[in-house]
């Protein structure tokens, strides 16, 4: 089993700066890919920030030039930082480790991101 841990969440006024981070712990050989997604109230989850295990990432639109996603394999851990914060980014944001060896999927519990002045 895969637990996954995230914090750096909270209140930030337009413009700041927030530094997610997320770290899975238990039994795990290889990852395909970690990655952060947020929901939105009212609003269905949807997909942040990706990096795979050699480093390849993926960002949304949305958050492109702003949000920057890295990795810790050693320590299978992902941070999100995000800069330049609009009302727009409040959502919870979740966690996602795609796990190779042993096969399976985990999220996090979800951490809140609020931007409000």
């Known amino acids: 089993q895969v637990q996954l841990v995230e914090s750096g969440g909270g209140l930030v006024q337009p413009g700041g700066s927030l530094r997610l981070s997320c770290t899975a712990s238990g039994t795990i050989f290889s990852m395909y890919a970690m990655g952060w997604y947020r929901q939105a109230p009212g609003k269905q989850r949807e997909l942040v920030a990706i990096?795979?295990?050699?480093?390849?990432?993926n960002y949304a639109d949305s958050v492109k030039g702003r949000v920057t996603i890295s990795r810790d394999s050693a320590k299978n851990t992902v941070y999100l930082q995000m800069n330049t914060l609009k009302p727009e980014d409040t959502a919870v944001y979740y966690c996602?480790?795609?796990?190779?060896?042993?096969?399976?999927?985990?999220w996090g519990q979800g951490t809140q991101v609020t931007v409000s002045s």
């Open positions: 996602n480790a795609d796990v190779r060896t042993p096969r399976g999927n985990y």
């Open positions: 990096i795979t295990s050699v480093g390849n990432t």
